[in-house]
Structure formats: structure tokens, C-alpha cells
């Protein structure tokens, strides 16, 4: 089960995934966030995979990507996308209300010029959100304002996380993390698995 971002990670994935060799019926991909537009829209990062990845992984079944419901208001959409992946859980044999680790194999991160993550940006009460695994906001500094978010009780649970961060701007995120600043994707810890960060050479 991999959970992934949108913005330069779509990118990056749709370089890299298609020269695995792997059983892609096997795979469940979800979406770390998802801006509440429809998928035709330029926004949805949902979309973006269906147009930069899908088409370059024939043998990956569409359905086992999992779409938010943007018809519906933003809190049903969070808690229909909790439902969902609650029930790929119980479909592998696993209670999901007894996870204690391993909540997917793998996230793959973006971090944003502020250190947002996800849709968790600075100073915003998501970040504070510990009763679900999904979320919602209304009112996001950047838009679209309505998305649904994972947060930090399923994010740190994840069996690998990793964080992506190319370019100068997040150069300066890296730099001021190393210097105690809060910021959001400082709050991703996941102390009982695996944490990367993938930079390029003007972060380090």
C-alpha cells in the first residue's frame, strides 16, 4: 500500500515507477491529500496521476487507486476516504482498529517553501487533528481551499516514509528544521519504522 503526494512528486514518480518490475495488480496507491476539485480539473492531484502516471503502468487496475469524493462536503469526503482505507485494511485480514504499526508500506512526501506537508500547513488547527486518519480543511493558505488530508497519527505509522525536496526554497526548510524550527513536516517522526529524506544537491 503506497500513499503518495502531488505537486514535483507526481513528477518524480512517473520518472521512477514505471521501471519497476513488479506485480502491479498487487498494488493499492492512495493519495497522501487531495484538493477537493474534480479529477478533470487542473488542481487535482489525483488527475495528475491519471494523466503523467497511469498511461505508463498498463497492468496497474485503475480502481486500485483510491479517489477521493469531491460531490460531497468536505468532512463526508474525509471520513468516506477513512472508511476506504480502513476497508483495504480489513480486505488483507487486519482489524484496522488495532493497527499499532505499519499503516502502509510506504509514504512518499513533499514538502512545500512554508514546510507544509500533506495539506498540514503552519499554524493551522489540522495540525493538531489525533482522532482520525483522515481530515479535512476549508481553508487553505493556497488554493483550492477545500482538501482532505492525512494526519500525523497515520502518517508516523507508516512502515517507510519518504520526503522528497528539491531546490533552493527547500534548502532553507532543511536549514531552519536543523535549527528546532516547528514546522510542519518537522512533525514527521515515524519513530518505529523508517524516515528518508531525498534531496538534490542545492538542499545539501
Known amino acids: ?29 492512495f493519495l497522501c491529500d487531495e484538493r477537493l476539485v474534480p479529477a478533470d480539473d487542473p488542481e487535482s492531484t489525483y488527475g ?28 463526508e469526503s474525509a471520513k468516506d476516504y477513512e472508511q476506504r482505507l480502513r476497508e483495504l485494511w480489513e480486505a488483507a485480514g487486519t482489524n484496522p482498529n488495532q493497527v499499532p504499526y505499519g499503516m502502509s508500506d510506504c ?22 487533528v489525533k482522532d482520525s486518519w483522515v481530515t479535512y480543511i476549508e481553508d487553505s493558505p493556497k488554493p483550492p481551499p477545500k482538501r482532505i488530508t492525512l494526519t500525523y497519527p497515520f502518517i508516523n505509522k507508516a512502515t517507510h516514509v519518504i520526503v522528497l525536496a528539491k531546490g533552493e526554497q527547500k534548502a532553507q526548510i532543511v536549514k531552519n528544521l536543523q535549527k528546532g524550527v516547528d514546522l510542519p513536516i518537522g512533525r514527521v517522526n ?9 534531496l538534490d544537491h542545492l538542499v545539501v
Open 190 to 198: 515515524n519513530p518505529g519504522g523508517r524516515l528518508e529524506w531525498i
Open 107 to 128: 509514504l512518499i512526501l513533499g514538502v512545500g517553501p512554508d514546510g507544509h506537508t500533506c495539506s498540514l500547513f503552519p499554524d493551522h488547527s489540522v495540525l493538531e
Open 1 to 29: 500500500m503506497l500513499g503518495v503526494s502531488g505537486g514535483s512528486v507526481i513528477d518524480v514518480l512517473a520518472e521512477g515507477l514505471p521501471t519497476l518490475n513488479t506485480d502491479w495488480k498487487s498494488w493499492r496507491i
Open 48 to 75: 495528475a496521476y491519471v494523466q503523467k502516471l497511469l498511461p505508463k503502468i498498463p497492468e496497474f487496475p485503475p480502481d486500485n487507486f483510491l479517489q477521493a469524493n469531491v460531490s460531497v462536503s468536505s468532512e
